[in-house]
């Protein structure tokens, strides 16, 4: 048995070609060489690894035991030296063509239009499509490169780059809070007036505790509900009544002073869960460029904590 790192990625190759079609000659036509040499250069991984990888005869050539335990090791290093390759290669490129985006409806509206432009100018060769959809995305199915999403992240079977934590709070406008008030418990809520959304699966449920204890439910009797939280929040800043809503979406307008947050002893959500808000992109070893650059200008534009986020 010779050293085995004399080993080379061709020859590798080539015992995998020869493993699947069982036949020199297939492989020889697909590499453009004689199936002479992919002969030759299977005896030479025989006599480097001293084991015999395949019978031959003038129908076949059928891998041995050891043919068949080695074809594992082989994809596996060659999947590696590809990637690494990949890799170098990428280092090089700049990214460029169509990459494929898909968020949520009013997310994509506040957080990611926005910052399109400066993407553009940082890579001018990159193609934007962007899909906006509070529908559920399968990534591997559906026509997306980059899925945009907030909720709680328990699927394996894809990779997501978690930008931070979303966060809820009770709000309402300066004008309410002086007309009537605002609670500071859970229990006073039922004195004011609500907007709610109402989603697919029914109205939000508003979830309180005070720091470090369990969530309680608090059934809320709405004034409003909506299924479009745009609308709902115009009303509250008009003054009609108090809102949960997460911070992404009316961070900007706290900040201006337009709304208040009302009951800051209590924290507020409603899913027990953390509701992370996260890229997500198939189950890939190694990313295309393409894919890496934007969720890394995004993580760059959110920055931690993500910019709408206060104390």
């Given amino acids: 048995m010779q050293d085995v790192s004399t080993i080379n990625f061709r020859a590798l190759l080539f015992f995998i070609g020869v493993f699947d079609a069982q036949s020199f000659s297939v492989v020889a036509r697909r590499e453009g060489v004689s199936a002479s040499m992919v002969s030759r250069v299977i005896l030479q991984l025989e006599d480097t690894l001293g084991q015999q990888l395949f019978y031959r005869n003038t129908r076949a050539v059928i891998p041995t035991e050891a043919g068949r335990l080695f074809i594992d090791s082989a994809r596996a290093m060659t999947e590696q030296l590809s990637e690494a390759r990949k890799q170098l290669q990428d280092r090089s490129l700049e990214p460029s063509g169509l990459i494929r985006i898909n968020a949520p409806v009013f997310f994509g509206q506040r957080h990611i239009a926005p910052w399109l432009t400066g993407l553009s100018t940082r890579y001018p060769k990159l193609s934007i499509e962007l899909t906006q959809t509070d529908d559920y995305i399968d990534p591997h199915r559906d026509a997306s490169d980059v899925i945009f999403r907030i909720g709680t992240l328990t699927d394996s079977s894809f990779h997501a780059r978690v930008f931070g934590t979303q966060r809820y709070h009770l709000v309402a406008s300066p004008n309410y809070v002086r007309e009537h008030g605002a609670p500071t418990t859970p229990s006073e809520i039922s004195q004011h007036r609500s907007l709610v959304y109402r989603g697919s699966s029914g109205p939000n449920r508003w979830l309180f505790r005070k720091p470090g204890a369990s969530w309680t439910h608090l059934p ?40 208040v947050r009302v009951m800051t002893d209590f924290e507020a959500a409603i899913k027990t869960e953390a509701q992370h808000i996260a890229a997500i992109y198939p189950n890939a070893r190694h990313p295309p460029l393409n894919m890496r650059a934007v969720i890394d200008y995004f993580v760059e534009v959110y920055g931690s904590p993500m910019y709408w986020q206060f104390d």
């Fill in 220 to 259: 809320v009797a709405a004034l409003l509900t909506s299924n479009n939280a745009e609308s709902l929040l115009t009303a509250g800043l008009g003054g009609m009544g108090i809102m949960l809503f997460p911070d992404w979406l009316i961070g900007d307008s706290i900040k201006k002073g337009c709304l």
